[in-house]
């Protein structure tokens, strides 16, 4: 009924930069906010930035200043500019939707996750 894609995951040399972006589809009625975690081998799953549609923003502590969430609602798109990437960052970005169906049933989406690896 509904799915999140995910592009722009990649490697990139610490110091570089990478612009991470997501379309939700489907039979969407509203959408509460999108954001983006991450999950690195071995650790849990944490939130990196989140959007809400009002447009208020927040960042995990070790993204803030490099990473920017923006929001284009009319294409129901929340994109990620990962600026002076380091290695530390490197991980699995997943997408994620709180929204309401248009038969009025809430759901939480998440994407397929797409691998982000700083490296020289």
């Known amino acids: 009924q509904v799915q999140l894609v995910e592009s722009g995951g990649g490697l990139v040399q610490p110091g570089g930069s990478l612009r991470l972006s997501c379309a939700a589809s489907?039979?969407?009625?509203?959408?509460?906010?999108m954001g983006w975690y991450r999950q690195a081998p071995g650790k849990q799953r944490e939130l990196v930035a989140a959007?809400?549609?009002?447009?208020?923003?927040n960042y995990a502590d070790s993204v803030k200043g490099r990473f920017t969430i923006s929001r284009d609602n009319a294409k129901n798109t929340v994109y990620l500019q990962m600026n002076s990437l380091k290695p530390e960052d490197t991980a699995v970005y997943y997408c994620?939707?709180?929204?309401?169906?248009?038969?009025?049933?809430?759901?939480?989406?998440w994407g397929q996750g797409t691998l982000v690896t700083v490296s020289s």
């Open positions: 994620n939707a709180p929204l309401t169906l248009r038969d009025y049933r809430y759901l939480e989406v």
């Open positions: 489907g039979s969407i009625f509203s959408i509460y906010a």
């Open positions: 959007s809400t549609s009002g447009g208020s923003t």
